[in-house]
């Protein structure tokens, strides 16, 4: 984990590791400022074990940001840049961070006045440092960082990575989970080496390969997955935000290779006007997760993209996500119908409610066992003792079975989360977020398909009299969660179908779904 971009810069120093709209960074470049950065943390005080919290949008800083943490024997906690002040105060709250490294502005939030209260209340906020400046909150500047780099010396640096533990927590990762409080998943650099050596052996990419990483930076896949996993790789990272023009540009003129992503990514990427002027020649293939792909964009990728694609599986907790994928070689059966087949070094089971492997074929809960499992969810022992046992296993919610191949077919999930467009969306979440609506007396949010985004989100709400509109319950979510979590639809009754203590019946509801969507075949 250490030495990944050490080994890069040596072999290849000059070559390019990262592309960012005009910017071309070499390999010996990246290392230099990894290590400028990893000495500026050490002088301003940044002690083995502490927490570093990167509040930054998807720009090479925050690629450097990440494994300089590490190399300066940090723990990197990845915070979510489309939360609101609410969420973003409970994760600091929870997670701690002694220094926090960010934009002050980011689109249309100013982070800065987001934030200045919040930090200025948290004593164990030591440092701001902030990739641009800001008058609204005290802090460090990039460049003040870079210029205490030069205080320590590469020695210093050198001994405390040779110190440090490589099962040790790296990186804090917050996921929702099972219930929708937020949890931080704690990753060592032993779960990200294992998953990324399993996930090189299982695809044909290399140091020849250029990788398209389009993933907010915030998310394992982003992070380990693309940043950490083109270093180990060796080749070279096209790096921006999701932006459908500026991705078909960058595989025309950049010769992307391989490109990571969701099936609503793809399906966005082949509606844009003048997509057929593109030359995408150069794409092997479309890594698809976070949810199902329609048969028809999987078709068109291979038709209009002219590239293969692999669909895969995996959850925060299995570190990069990846447990199960498909070959490049499988039939279309299998990447419509399955999610693939375990990684190697992986080993998956299909479990009972006794935690009891079920005969082939039978549903049941998928468990994973191997070195990419996470350490734990941080200040959340309880959680952490439900979901992994005494001997390692990582027991996830989901529901499939495994045919005789040994791949295995998704039936669904036991927990409520739906997927938007890639993004984790958990209902429980967005109702109490609803129901602290003056006008509203209960809520119900449940995925619905969606062409697109694959699912989005569908609110009943119960408001006796209508003293509300659709309109308001969305500005009122928008105003508190992330823009990803606020329900495509509203729907506003008098009374909603209830159990004899009060919930609200959501098997009702889905039957009701359901109804619609036969109504309209």
């Known amino acids: 984990m250490w030495n990944m971009l050490d080994e890069a810069a040596r072999e290849y120093p000059e070559k390019i590791a990262i592309v960012h709209r005009e910017r071309r960074i070499t390999y010996a470049e990246y290392l230099a400022e990894v290590n400028l950065l990893a000495r500026g943390l050490m002088a301003l005080g940044l002690e083995p074990g502490e927490r570093v919290g990167l509040l930054m949008p998807t720009v090479p800083e925050h690629a450097f940001a990440f494994h300089a943490v590490i190399k300066a024997g940090g723990e990197a906690v990845l915070l979510n840049n489309r939360l609101q002040v609410e969420e973003m105060e409970y994760l600091l709250d929870d997670a701690r961070p002694a220094f926090i490294l960010m934009n002050p502005r980011f689109r249309d939030t100013d982070f800065a006045a987001m934030l200045a209260e919040p930090i200025a209340r948290r004593q164990h906020i030591r440092k701001v440092v902030t990739l641009g400046d800001t008058d609204l909150l005290p802090h460090v500047?990039?460049?003040?960082?870079?210029?205490?780099?030069?205080?320590?010396?590469?020695?210093?640096?050198?001994?405390?990575?040779?110190?440090?533990?490589?099962?040790?927590?790296?990186?804090?990762?917050?996921?929702?989970?099972?219930?929708?409080?937020?949890?931080?998943?704690?990753?060592?650099?032993?779960?990200?080496?294992?998953?990324?050596?399993?996930?090189?052996?299982?695809?044909?990419?290399g140091e020849n390969d250029v990788v398209g990483v389009f993933f907010p930076l915030f998310h394992s896949a982003g992070t380990i997955g693309g940043v950490s996993g083109c270093a180990s790789l060796k080749a070279t990272m096209v790096l921006d935000d999701f932006s459908p023009a500026e991705v078909l540009r960058y595989i025309h003129e950049e010769g992307i290779t391989v490109l990571g992503g969701v099936a609503a990514m793809a399906a966005i990427l082949m509606l844009m006007p003048g997509f057929e002027e593109y030359d995408l020649s150069s794409l092997r293939f479309l890594f698809m997760g976070a949810g199902p792909c329609p048969p028809e964009i999987l078709r068109d990728v291979k038709e209009k993209m002219g590239a293969d694609t692999v669909i895969g599986y995996g959850l925060t907790e299995s570190t990069m996500g990846n447990v199960t994928t498909t070959l490049l070689e499988d039939s279309e059966e299998h990447k419509l119908h399955t999610i693939g087949l375990p990684l190697p070094g992986v080993e998956v089971r299909v479990v009972d409610e006794n935690r009891r492997e079920v005969p082939r074929g039978e549903i049941g809960e998928i468990a994973i066992s191997g070195e990419t499992v996470f350490l734990g969810y941080l200040n959340h022992p309880q959680e952490t003792a439900r979901v992994l046992d005494g001997e390692g296993w990582l027991y996830t919610g989901d529901l499939a079975s495994m045919d005789e191949d040994g791949y295995l077919r998704m039936a669904g999930r036991s927990k409520e989360m739906y997927i938007r467009g890639g993004e984790n969306v958990y209902p429980s979440e967005v109702e109490e977020v609803i129901t602290r609506h003056p006008q509203v007396m209960l809520a119900a949010v449940i995925g619905v398909p969606h062409p697109v985004y694959g699912e989005v989100g569908r609110a009943y709400v119960m408001s006796p009299g209508g003293g509300v509109t659709p309109d308001e319950i969305k500005e009122w979510v928008a105003e508190r969660l992330a823009d990803y979590k606020v329900p495509e639809e509203v729907i506003i009754r008098d009374m909603l179908p209830l159990t004899p203590v009060g919930k609200v019946l959501k098997k009702e509801l889905e039957k009701e779904i359901r109804r619609e969507r036969e109504a309209g075949e």
């Open 141 to 205: 500047t990039w460049d003040v960082l870079r210029e205490g780099g030069g205080e320590v010396s590469e020695e210093e640096l050198r001994r405390r990575e040779e110190s440090d533990d490589e099962k040790r927590s790296v990186t804090v990762i917050y996921t929702s989970g099972t219930t929708g409080v937020p949890k931080g998943a704690m990753i060592s650099a032993r779960n990200i080496k294992s998953n990324l050596d399993a996930w090189n052996e299982r695809l044909d990419v």
